[in-house]
């Protein structure tokens, strides 16, 4: 990803910020313009929000075959999310054993590294899941 675009994405990638359409409620994570449900409808009325960070694990896939720059994390686990909000999001679900991981467990999101433009180059930082212990 472009070092420029990287940063305009920061406040949904770092803060989790999102939007929520003023006229059906639906959110959107990332934020959008306009609402896919509604369309012009709620051209005005999409309201900023933060994402709590919480969510359940509904789908997930261990990765035992990584790309190079992933080979030192294998085997990893990619996860799909749905926050208590609703909205969907897709990550590495980290601190955790990948025979541990089940469907329905609860998780939060956490700010890890997820790259880096060479050695010294501009570091890049996301949301990765943790799961939530008891």
Same mark, same amino acid.
């Given at each position: 990803?472009?070092? &420029? ?13 999102? $939007? ?12 959008? &313009?306009?609402? =896919?449900?509604? %369309?012009?409808?709620?051209? @005005? ?7 709590? @960070? ?6 997930? =896939? #261990? $990765? %035992?075959? !990584?790309? =190079?720059?992933?080979?030192? %994390?294998?085997?990893?686990?990619? !996860? ?6 609703? #909205?969907?999001?897709? =990550?590495?679900?980290?601190? $955790?054993?990948?025979?541990? #991981? ?12 997820? @790259?880096?433009?060479?050695? &010294?180059?501009?570091?890049?930082? @996301?949301?990765?899941? !943790?799961?939530?212990?008891?």
């Amino acid at each position: 990803m472009a070092t &420029a675009r990287f940063w305009r994405d920061n406040p949904s990638r770092y803060n989790l910020k999102a $939007v929520r359409c003023g006229n059906c409620g639906k959110v959107f994570f990332p934020p959008r &313009a306009v609402c =896919s449900v509604c %369309h012009r409808k709620s051209i @005005g009325k999409m309201e900023c929000m933060s994402l709590k @960070g919480e969510g359940e694990l509904i789908s997930f =896939s #261990v $990765v %035992h075959d !990584a790309p =190079s720059q992933f080979e030192i %994390h294998k085997p990893y686990v990619v !996860a799909i999310v749905r926050m208590d909000e609703g #909205v969907m999001l897709t =990550s590495q679900l980290i601190d $955790v054993d990948p025979k541990e #991981v089940r469907i329905g467990m609860r998780v939060r999101t956490t700010l890890r590294k997820v @790259g880096e433009d060479g050695p &010294a180059g501009v570091i890049y930082y @996301g949301y990765k899941f !943790a799961p939530v212990r008891a």
